[in-house]
Nanobody
Framework: VQLQASGGGLVQAGGSLRLSCGVS????????IGWARQPPGKQHELVAH???????KYGDFVKERFTISRDNAKNTVYLQMNNLQPEDTAVYYC???????????????WGQGTQVTVSS
């Protein structure tokens, strides 16, 4: 399983970015896929995820600024981020948690990070 993240960059406060995470090699039918981030000097935190059933969860700091969505035909998950603020500056990572039915265990995969920098 490979995850390819893209879409990061430099944006001014109040601006928007859309992150993409392309997934290849995954046959999981039960999964959660989404984004975590690591701000400078801080630990990883959940940004948003979406399950195979379409349920979504967002970090408390999102406050309706971000929207996660998926395009199953393209095997891609998107994170639309609006009204970005300097505190959103972080490396954003795509993460897939898939349930492997043969072993009844969850398998985790991470993509490479993409840097998001928000200037004030």
């Amino acid at each position: 399983v490979q995850l390819q993240a893209s879409g990061g960059g430099l944006v001014q406060a109040g601006g928007s970015l859309r992150l993409s995470c392309g997934v290849s090699g995954s046959l999981f039918t039960i999964y959660t896929i989404g984004w975590a981030r690591q701000p400078p000097g801080k630990q990883h935190e959940l940004v948003a995820h979406i399950t195979n059933t379409g349920n979504t969860k967002y970090g408390d700091f999102v406050k309706e600024r971000f929207t996660i969505s998926r395009d199953n035909a393209k095997n891609t998950v998107y994170l639309q981020m609006n009204n970005l603020q300097p505190e959103d500056t972080a490396v954003y990572y795509c993460n897939l948690q898939g349930f492997e039915s043969t072993s009844s265990t969850w398998k985790g995969y991470w993509g490479q990070g993409t840097q998001v920098t928000v200037s004030s």
